[in-house]
T-cell receptor, first 111, second 113 residues
């Protein structure tokens, strides 16, 4: 699986959009970008994933650059409950296999 | 629908003992994976089972083992516990075609004293 690079921490004011970047310059053509988050002492929670098109669900939006070497997870209106560590993972989809977690980005949402 | 259930939630064991952790996946999910999370190493993949067969294995010593039953429930076992085995052990389940990602349980926090 391709390696990812994320900033170690970010702050965001409640109600504002949180934009979390991820670099994955060695991504292969058949690798998807997945985002998970982990709220303190809980199991990671799946957020969204995509291959090359932008994706949106009820939790977030995922913007993938045209060359697929980077992506941004957008939480449109961050709340205090969005405070968590966010992990960007790239991997081949279609078969169950391991997830390689990096160190992620610790997002702190403040009043 | 019910999520991934891990039991017990907390466990304290003594060095040298062995421990068995249990994971019940979401109904219909046939893949079960196990992860270890420690402050120093982060989240690390242990192994994955699908239809009672180990399909993938991480870089852990043989003291760590697992199995999956015909109903997809899984157990992991750690023998001859060491202090460094203290960690949060997480189980995740998925359908064979994991378009929607893995669903994780809340974990079992193991403390070895």
């Amino acid at each position: 699986d391709a390696k990812t690079t994320q900033p170690p921490s970010m702050d965001c004011a409640e109600g504002r959009a949180a934009n979390l970047p991820c670099n994955h310059s060695t991504i292969s053509g058949n690798e998807y970008v997945y985002w998970y988050r982990q709220i303190h002492s809980q199991g990671p929670q799946y957020i969204i994933h995509g291959l090359k098109n932008n994706e949106t669900n009820e939790m977030a939006s995922l913007i993938i650059t045209e060359d697929r070497k980077s992506s941004t997870l957008i939480l449109p209106h961050a709340t205090l409950r969005d405070t968590a560590v966010y992990y960007c993972i790239v991997r081949v989809s279609g078969t169950a296999s391991k997830l390689t977690f990096g160190t992620g980005t610790r997002l702190q949402v403040t009043l | 629908k019910a999520g991934v259930t891990q039991t017990p939630r907390y466990l304290i064991k003594t060095r040298g003992q062995q421990v068995t952790l249990s994971c019940s996946p979401i109904s219909g999910h046939r893949s079960v994976s196990w992860y270890q999370q420690t402050p120093g190493q982060g989240l690390q993949f242990l192994f994955e089972y699908f239809s009672e067969t180990q399909r993938n294995k991480g870089n852990f010593p043989g003291r760590f083992s697992g199995r999956q039953f015909s109903n997809s429930r899984s157990e992991m076992n750690v023998s001859t516990l060491e202090l460094g085995d203290s960690a949060l052990y997480l189980c995740a389940s998925a359908r064979r075609e994991i378009r929607d990602g893995y669903t994780f349980g809340s974990g079992t926090r193991l403390t070895v004293v």
